[in-house]
């Protein structure tokens, strides 16, 4: 065995000298192989104890792995051999997120009075004071009272340091709340969201706090928004009603509002878009009971015929201008004792009953069929019930001792034009623009058929791409369209998968290692080659701590734009809201990310508590903890002064799941000067743009 091992690193080690010694644990530390990580940079230390690194990337790799006390021990090694302020600060933090804060007291506060404005530092002394007006043991202040009021001055400092902090304004909004500071706290709370939309525990404090206000109105905005993020959330669903109890007329005034913007509503003109044989079938809505419908003109209702001849004749004609309301009905609610599906007009009369497929058109071709109250993106911080205008045919599929679905049946290059303004700003370069068209039109000729159970091709949302509709389009939108008509991303004679995401964080994923799947879709870098040089992939231990805490060039940092400044972000995740997420597991003990992609995103996540153990993969990441913005995270806790978490601290980058092309990156790429298929070369090297 000890030959074994002999020979083990002998071979290793021979490989590190054609390959950085970061480059190789990197890679074995993104496959998950922690033990023998652990074990090179243990003998990398034996033969040269003094370099610093090793020692860094020691502490970062039990850090990882949830070893707090491993941690320590490597940052005390370190100053062992060199005093450095920022190691002993790294390490005060440390034992603070393990709960010793009477260990970590008195550096905490060395450092404070010798680097006041030191960010990290101020957060250290945010923690201490929050805790020490938990416990008496620890706490210097008089009064539980003084010890908030300390923490509230260090957010001050914190939060005028980095404005674009959404944790720090989180914190800043509770300590404030707890004070009884009711107007500092709901303008903290009010930053949180216009930083970070998807906060959801912050819609639900600021929620409530305005309903302690009596601003009903306002807090069942937030409630709405809260429950979109999480549709599931039954006590949330039931806070939100209570309020609306509260304050009925406010709930009343909301809808008449919606139905009054509803007939006032300036229905879009319709831009012509080039043609295109294929059709793709939109799932707009699935299992709904009730639908408002209108139309400027005639709606003709036909049997599905493909495509609907002039000469057909219509079963039914719908005069144009009035709402129509397509409702369903069980056979225990239905006067025949048979389910029906049926059509009414304003009146409330029936005026249409069906039981197959119907096909919708308005009769003069520009003219749209507009719905109310679509709901969209459920489970999304952006989900809400629109009303939407659509082109060509709406199909309304009846589905048995369910409801029915509504679909979009559109030509190919208006979808692509229904798509692009819901998935990329219209102002945006239009190279930008371009390229999306481009990327968005080959990923939807790969998903034909994806939902024939249901009836469609492809999802109106982030499950598919966000697609909405006329009501979306935009004259530059609709003229990169038109541009790029019939243009798509081909690997050879196959047509890819061109998936996108908001901002990749510097660096996108490759295809395969995110789900599985054999595409030719590789990770590339997102900078020039003279920026983040330090920074070779796969990244070792400290080089991804580093990556996602600290603020690398890419070409999708874009702190000024709205809607994007997420380029890097800190998110605070309550232990109640995972608890329930893990069933089995018992009280949880310890988080840790064990496999990730070689660009550095989560792929497998462990979580241990004192009744077992599970792991999440993929996307579940995102959704266990919450809904958060992307897998490249770092994750760290917060334990109590009793030794088990309170909650986690999660380090991000970018936004979405990294993989294809960077939308804010192809912004950044149109700034510099790139062309639109040269965007789409950068982040789908293997592919070629070519006719359709």
Not at 510 to 538: K, L, R, T
Not at 559 to 583: L, S
């Amino acid at each position: 065995m000890v030959l074994w091992i002999g020979l083990f690193f002998y071979s290793t080690l021979s490989f590190l000298r054609a390959e950085s010694f970061q480059v190789q644990i990197g890679r074995l530390f993104d496959q998950g192989k922690i033990s023998e990580v652990n074990q090179l940079i243990l003998v990398q230390i034996q033969q040269n104890p003094d370099d610093l690194t090793l020692w860094q990337e020691l502490a970062a790799l039990r850090k990882s792995q949830g070893d707090y006390v491993g941690t320590v021990s490597a940052y005390q090694k370190y100053l062992a051999r060199k005093e450095d302020w920022q190691i002993r600060r790294d390490m005060a933090l440390m034992l603070e997120q393990m709960g010793q804060f009477a260990n970590a007291a008195a550096d905490i506060r060395g450092l404070y009075a010798r680097h006041p404005e030191d960010e990290e530092v101020l957060w250290g002394m945010t923690l201490l004071s929050q805790f020490q007006a938990k416990s008496k043991s620890i706490r210097t202040q008089p009064t539980a009272w003084e010890a908030l009021q300390a923490a509230q001055k260090y957010l001050l400092t914190l939060t005028s340091l980095k404005p674009d902090s959404a944790l720090y304004q989180w914190q800043l909004a509770e300590v404030s709340r707890k004070l009884g500071d009711q107007n500092r706290a709901l303008q903290a709370y009010e930053t949180v969201l216009r930083l970070d939309p998807s906060f959801k525990r912050a819609h639900r404090y600021m929620a409530r706090l305005l309903a302690r206000m009596k601003n009903y109105e306002e807090s069942l905005d937030q409630y709405e928004k809260a429950v979109a993020i999480e549709p599931e959330d039954q006590e949330l669903k039931r806070e939100a009603e209570q309020v609306g109890l509260k304050a009925p007329q406010a709930a009343e005034r909301r809808e008449i509002q919606k139905m009054k913007d509803w007939k006032n509503w300036t229905l879009p003109e319709e831009i012509p878009i080039a043609s295109s044989p294929v059709t793709i079938r939109v799932g707009l809505a699935v299992h709904v009971t009730r639908l408002l419908m209108r139309s400027p003109s005639e709606i003709q209702i036909f049997e599905p015929v493909t495509p609907p001849s002039p000469l057909s004749t219509p079963l039914a004609v719908l005069p144009p201008g009035g709402d129509y309301r397509f409702a369903y009905l069980s056979a225990k609610r239905s006067a025949t004792h048979q389910e029906v599906w049926l059509i009414k007009n304003s009146r409330g009369q029936t005026v249409f009953r069906f039981t197959r497929p119907v096909w919708l058109i308005s009769k003069y071709s520009l003219q749209p069929l507009v719905f109310h109250d679509m709901p969209t993106n459920k489970g999304y911080f952006f989900g809400r019930d629109q009303d939407r205008a659509y082109r060509e045919t709406i199909e309304i599929l009846p589905k048995p001792n369910i409801g029915f679905n509504v679909i979009n049946r559109v030509s190919l290059e208006a979808y692509t034009a229904g798509v692009l303004p819901s998935e990329m700003i219209s102002s945006w370069p239009l190279e930008a623009l371009k390229a999306q068209a481009i990327a968005a039109r080959s990923y939807v000729l790969t998903k034909l058929n994806g939902y024939n159970g249901e009836g469609f091709d492809v999802y109106d949302g982030v499950q598919s791409q966000v697609y909405g509709g006329l009501g979306a389009e935009t004259k530059r939108t609709d003229s990169a369209v038109n541009q790029t008509a019939g243009l798509v991303l081909k690997h050879g004679d196959k047509v890819i998968p061109a998936v996108f995401s908001a901002q990749c964080g510097g660096h996108t994923q490759d295809y395969e290692e995110a789900w599985g799947i054999e595409e030719p879709i590789v990770g590339v870098a997102d900078y020039d080659p003279q920026y983040n040089q330090d920074m070779e992939f796969p990244l070792s231990p400290y080089r991804l701590e580093r990556w996602i805490k600290e603020d690398p060039v890419s070409y999708c940092r874009a702190y000024g734009m709205k809607g994007y400044r997420n380029f890097r972000w800190v998110t605070e995740v309550p232990v109640e809201t995972i608890q329930e997420k893990a069933p089995g597991v018992g009280r949880i003990r310890r988080l840790a990310v064990i496999h990730r992609s070689s660009a550095g995103w989560a792929d497998r996540l462990v979580v241990e508590g004192d009744g077992g153990r599970r792991e999440f993969k993929g996307d579940s990441i995102r959704s266990f903890f919450g809904g958060i913005r992307s897998n490249l995270i770092w994750i760290e806790p917060q334990f109590n002064l009793k030794g088990w978490p309170e909650e986690f601290i999660i380090y991000g980058g970018g936004w979405g799941h990294g993989v294809g092309m960077c939308q804010v990156g192809a912004y950044g790429l149109a700034i510099a000067g790139k062309s639109s298929e040269e965007i789409l070369k950068h982040y789908f090297p293997e592919a070629a743009v070519e006719k359709l």
